[in-house]
């Protein structure tokens, strides 16, 4: 697995993750995707060399953008509709629209934003089905998930003590142990790095 256009074919090809981003797909939800650990962690399964296997996400992230709506009434309602699809996924529906609010960030402008706005790079890639063709939106690209490479992203220089926490906590080497932790600002970034792709598919 070497490119973005690899992940797209695995989210295709895989029975299961198909058929969560079939489920979102069907409820037409607006700029709608399914982020986070529900694309890295499979991603990073391959990598190592193991089945995938979904019972072992602690949630699917479901990322939508509706400034209209942001009550936590409509992501109730999103994640009852989910489960009645898929009844054993642990849905997790988060209106974009309202979350800088508890991240302490400006508004962002669309789902996309939001994503970049995430703590890691690797964590920052997120996927959706069109038509059941699987799109990845990639931030910054895929390169530090597909090399293993646990990274903030550069909105994250002053919150860097709250990476940590988040990482350390994780305990994701135990799982994956050919992970490499950039623990610190400078060691994330002390060499040139290559541009950021906006967007990926």
Avoid at 28 to 42: C, K, M
Avoid at 74 to 85: D, K, P, S, V
């Amino acid at each position: 697995m070497r490119t973005v256009s690899d992940i797209g074919r695995l989210l295709e090809a895989h029975a299961g993750l198909h058929a969560l981003l079939s489920c979102v797909e069907s409820l037409e939800l607006p700029d709608a995707w399914i982020g986070a650990g529900a694309i890295r962690n499979p991603v990073w399964d391959v990598l190592h060399g193991r089945p995938i296997d979904l019972r072992r996400l602690d949630d699917v992230d479901v990322i939508f953008f509706d400034p209209g709506d942001t009550g936590r009434g409509r992501e109730a309602e999103i994640e009852r509709r989910l489960r009645a699809l898929a009844p054993a996924v642990p849905w997790s529906a988060k209106n974009q629209a309202r979350m800088h609010l508890r991240n302490g960030d400006g508004p962002y402008r669309d789902t996309f934003d939001a994503g970049a706005h995430w703590a890691e790079t690797a964590t920052a890639v997120a996927a959706r089905s069109i038509g059941g063709k699987p799109e990845v939106m990639a931030p910054y690209g895929v390169d530090d998930l597909l090399n293993l490479i646990v990274r903030p992203t550069p909105v994250f220089g002053h919150k860097m003590d709250i990476y940590r926490e988040r990482v350390m906590a994780k305990d994701w080497p135990a799982r994956w142990p050919n992970l490499t932790l950039l623990m610190t600002w400078e060691g994330a970034y002390s060499a040139s790095h290559s541009s950021f792709d906006r967007i990926e598919t």
